[in-house]
């Protein structure tokens, strides 16, 4: 149809009886008897600039006899204006969704987070006078990394569906089995030197508080938007997290013991600052109950 259009030539609706009276459309002037088969939506917006679409059939609706056959499936071809490529181009890129890149840079220090938590468990068991600074030095890159993932995350626009669950799953992680490791031994410095349940009583308040947030936003999720909502991270859960990581690291730096004024020092914040955390983690989990308590009753 494309000749009939560029000569001037106004193209009209007929039904095409050569072709098993398929929809087309039949050019009428100067002579030109040529008739195309085409979408007749299209067929309104037809001027001498643009083509017609041309009509997707399937090969059991086309007609049985073989003349008639060649000639719609040539007369069916797609059509374009001299000099637009631009629409196979826009079709073919179109036609694929563009692929998410899953190892982002951020996603990548959260599984380095991960690969250290075997590395952290060693080095507390390493016969070594290196081994409480390398768990120290552990645990606080990791924590470090816990807080650059999300920061990158937000600022190079890298957040993937696979990185917002894998964060909080290392953090867990790091986190218990710190607490587990040093519930194995009483605090060895401090003015609690000797206590041997001050750290299994806060290890189970925040693992048993985790343990609770999970099925709370599983739960949540199959209330519906709403209520998932409601178990969004707020900002007690944040400061729960840094009180957490700070008060493991000075437990980690003081398991040894020591009479130097910095492992008091630390022998004496870290414990507070592991009350603090897990009277923080208690607190949060009471407001989020409270925030779904009318989904609830």
Same mark, same amino acid.
């Given at each position: 149809?494309?000749?009939?259009?560029?000569?001037?030539?106004?193209? !009209?609706?007929?039904?095409?009886?050569?072709?098993?009276?398929?929809?087309?459309?039949?050019?009428?002037?100067?002579?030109?008897?040529?008739?195309?088969?085409?979408?007749?939506?299209?067929?309104?917006?037809?001027?001498?600039?643009?083509?017609?679409?041309?009509?997707?059939?399937?090969?059991?609706?086309?007609?049985?006899?073989?003349?008639?056959?060649?000639?719609?499936?040539?007369?069916?071809?797609?059509?374009?204006?001299?000099?637009?490529?631009?629409?196979?181009? !826009?079709?073919?890129?179109?036609?694929?969704?563009?692929?998410?890149?899953?190892?982002?840079?951020?996603?990548?220090?959260?599984?380095?987070?991960? #690969?250290?938590?075997?590395?952290?468990?060693?080095?507390?068991?390493?016969?070594?006078?290196?081994?409480?600074?390398?768990?120290?030095?552990?645990?606080?890159?990791?924590? =470090?990394?816990?807080?650059?993932?999300?920061?990158?995350?937000?600022?190079?626009?890298?957040?993937?569906?696979?990185?917002?669950?894998?964060?909080?799953?290392?953090?867990?992680?790091?986190?218990?089995?710190?607490?587990?490791?040093?519930?194995?031994?009483?605090?060895?410095?401090?003015?609690?030197?000797?206590?041997?349940?001050?750290?299994?009583?806060?290890?189970?308040?925040?693992?048993?508080?985790?343990?609770?947030?999970? #099925?709370?936003?599983?739960?949540?999720?199959?209330?519906?938007?709403?209520?998932?909502?409601?178990?969004?991270?707020?900002?007690?859960?944040?400061?729960?997290?840094?009180?957490?990581?700070?008060?493991? #690291?000075?437990?980690?730096?003081?398991?040894?013991?020591?009479?130097?004024?910095?492992?008091?020092?630390?022998?004496?914040?870290?414990?507070?600052?592991?009350?603090?955390?897990?009277?923080?983690? =208690?607190?949060?989990?009471? =407001?989020?109950?409270?925030? =779904?308590?009318?989904?609830?009753?």
């Amino acid at each position: 149809i494309a000749p009939c259009l560029m000569s001037g030539h106004r193209p !009209s609706m007929q039904l095409c009886s050569n072709v098993a009276r398929s929809p087309g459309v039949s050019c009428q002037r100067g002579g030109c008897s040529k008739t195309f088969c085409a979408q007749p939506l299209a067929l309104g917006l037809l001027t001498q600039q643009t083509a017609l679409t041309p009509v997707q059939l399937h090969p059991s609706q086309l007609p049985s006899s073989r003349p008639a056959r060649h000639h719609l499936q040539h007369v069916c071809h797609a059509t374009s204006a001299p000099g637009d490529s631009s629409s196979s181009n !826009s079709t073919s890129s179109s036609s694929g969704k563009p692929k998410s890149k899953v190892l982002t840079l951020p996603t990548i220090l959260t599984l380095g987070r991960l #690969a250290a938590i075997p590395a952290f468990v060693a080095a507390w068991y390493w016969s070594s006078p290196l081994s409480t600074p390398v768990c120290t030095a552990l645990f606080i890159a990791a924590s =470090l990394t816990d807080w650059l993932d999300g920061y990158l995350a937000r600022k190079l626009n890298a957040s993937t569906p696979f990185g917002a669950f894998l964060d909080p799953v290392a953090d867990k992680l790091m986190v218990g089995a710190a607490l587990i490791l040093l519930s194995t031994r009483p605090l060895a410095a401090g003015p609690l030197a000797g206590n041997d349940w001050l750290v299994p009583v806060a290890t189970l308040v925040v693992i048993g508080r985790e343990i609770t947030m999970s #099925a709370l936003r599983e739960w949540a999720a199959a209330m519906g938007p709403e209520a998932r909502q409601a178990v969004d991270v707020n900002a007690w859960g944040k400061w729960k997290t840094a009180f957490q990581m700070i008060s493991l #690291a000075l437990l980690l730096a003081c398991r040894d013991g020591g009479s130097s004024e910095l492992i008091t020092l630390a022998a004496t914040a870290g414990p507070a600052l592991l009350v603090a955390a897990a009277g923080l983690t =208690l607190w949060s989990l009471a =407001l989020y109950f409270k925030q =779904l308590a009318r989904f609830m009753f």
